[in-house]
């Protein structure tokens, strides 16, 4: 299945996408995709009803709505850093021997085709296409990787948006640089495990004002989906509906020599296998 949020920011509605016109309305049957969703109806509760309503006519035709994220406002987002190892030659780190954590917060999620808001006093903003895992379950100390897929709820596209000087020379941790105001657009929709024969063979492509800037695999992934899950329920306990962003390949402004860094009016579009595309236009903030 394929979930989606459609609706003006603040009023988005859960629908089930049945193809590129048409969707299933689930609002009566879940007030959103969030963690009482995730840790209650869940996946598995609203499938068959989806089913059933397809299969009975009861499908509306996409309208031009709004595409809100994928998921509404997560408990948390984290990131994982350095986990491709060509993306990490390229800004000058060494693969880390374990995941590298760090934070983004929630309330930078926004629509997939939102405007991308520079921050006040940006010189660095920068564009990150991401495999996101979205989980399902209240859970921690998995220990095999068959715990871990039973504990994803499914798959997202991510553009982890990075100010590069906030992340990295501002005396802090990279949650500075991760957290501004639309700097996690997510979706078009979350797609359920089934959806994919292989989560490890996904192309993923960013673009900048028509170029393309990466053009990557979930392939060359260091720590893949299952390993990560399973290692960050070791350190914290994850909650329906967390939001996990797996790593960037590379291609990312910080990257080319001189840097290429985001300025208003740019436009940058992103796509992954099986989870579909974004578009988003830089604007300065207020």
């Excluded at 509605?13 to 995709?33: E, K, M, N, Q």
């Excluded at 969703?37 to 031009?64: K, N, Q, S, T």
């Excluded at 399973?230 to 797996?246: C, K, N, Q, V």
Aim: overall charge negative.
């Amino acid at each position: 299945m394929r979930l989606m949020r459609i609706g003006e920011r603040g009023a988005e509605r859960p629908v089930v996408r049945i193809d590129d016109d048409h969707y299933v309305d689930v609002s009566d049957l879940t007030a959103d995709f969030g963690e009482e969703f995730f840790g209650g109806l869940g996946i598995a509760g609203l499938r068959d009803e989806v089913d059933r309503r397809a299969a009975a006519g009861r499908v509306v035709r996409f309208a031009g709505e709004r595409i809100g994220a994928a998921i509404a406002r997560p408990h948390q987002i984290v990131g994982i850093g350095m986990n491709f190892a060509d993306h990490a030659a390229e800004i000058g780190h060494a693969v880390p021997p374990e995941p590298l954590i760090f934070s983004k917060s929630p309330n930078s999620i926004s629509g997939p085709d939102d405007d991308l808001v520079i921050p006040r006093d940006s010189r660095k903003t920068d564009y990150e296409v991401e495999l996101g895992i979205v989980i399902g379950r209240r859970t921690s100390y998995l220990e095999t990787d068959e715990e871990a897929a039973a504990a994803i709820a499914g798959f997202v596209l991510v553009n982890d948006v990075s100010e590069r000087e906030f992340q990295q020379e501002r005396s802090g941790q990279f949650m500075k640089g991760k957290s501004a105001p639309t700097f996690c657009p997510t979706g078009p929709w979350l797609a359920t495990p089934e959806e994919f024969a292989d989560i490890r063979a996904l192309a993923m492509t960013s673009a900048v004002n028509g170029e393309i800037r990466q053009n990557g695999s979930t392939a060359t992934m260091i720590f893949d989906p299952l390993f990560i899950v399973r290692y960050l329920s070791r350190f914290l306990t994850l909650e329906p509906g967390d939001l996990i962003a797996t790593g960037t390949p590379p291609g990312v402004g910080a990257g080319f020599t001189p840097p290429r860094f985001l300025v208003a009016g740019d436009v940058v579009e992103l796509a992954i296998d099986g989870l579909g595309t974004q578009r988003q236009t830089l604007v300065a903030a207020g």
